[in-house]
Structure formats: structure tokens, C-alpha cells
Nanobody, 112 residues
């Protein structure tokens, strides 16, 4: 069955960096576009970034453009989210996604 397992979350100070990972299994990863979403406390889930199946195209939410970078390794069935210059408003649970499949999420609190 499809599994998406996020990792790498944790408390980080404003201005800091964090790299999230998503390990995928149960489907042909190498031909799927993959995305990251996040959900702030008390709010709906929102789009963060997406990457094409071959890694040649990426897209970002305006709120993270220039600070976050999505990448993938098709040999490892993994997608990553490098987050730099983190702000308190980046505090959220971050989810890996493709089609209607979601991981369990990883929490990223940004606080001093």
C-alpha cells in the first residue's frame, strides 16, 4: 500500500533552517509529481511546494518562495524540503503528498 513517511521536524529558532524528508513506498515514485503542504494550528491545510516527477520543474507558495527549496531523489524514493530563514508563521505540521495520499505529518514549531 502507499506509504508516505515524513521526518526531520522539530523546534527551530526564527532565522534557522531545517530539512524535511519524505520516504515513499508502495507506488512508482519516479513518475509522480510530489508536493509538500502544511497546516497551521486552527487553519486549513495549504500548499507549500511541488516538484515534477523528473525534478526539472518546481513551484512554490508565495509565502515561502526564496526561502524553501523542494528536491527529490528518485533512486531513494524520497522528496525533501529545505527550509531556510524560518519565521514563526512557518510553524505548522508539514505533510508530504501526491494525488489523494498523505503522510502523517511532521511538526515544525518556529520559536525562540
Amino acid at each position: 500500500q502507499v506509504q508516505l513517511v515524513e521526518s526531520g521536524g522539530g523546534l527551530v529558532q526564527p532565522g534557522g533552517s531545517l530539512r524535511l524528508s519524505c520516504a515513499a513506498s508502495g507506488f512508482t515514485f519516479s513518475n509522480k509529481d510530489m508536493s509538500w503542504y502544511r497546516q497551521h494550528p486552527g487553519k486549513e491545510r495549504e500548499f507549500v511546494a511541488t516538484i515534477a516527477w523528473n525534478g526539472r520543474s518546481t513551484s512554490y507558495a508565495d509565502s515561502v518562495k526564496g526561502r524553501f527549496a523542494i528536491s527529490r531523489d528518485n533512486a531513494k524514493n524520497a522528496v525533501y524540503l529545505q527550509m531556510n530563514s524560518l519565521k514563526p508563521e512557518d510553524t505548522a505540521v508539514y505533510y508530504c503528498n501526491f494525488f489523494n495520499y498523505w503522510g502523517q505529518g511532521t511538526q515544525v514549531p518556529v520559536s525562540s
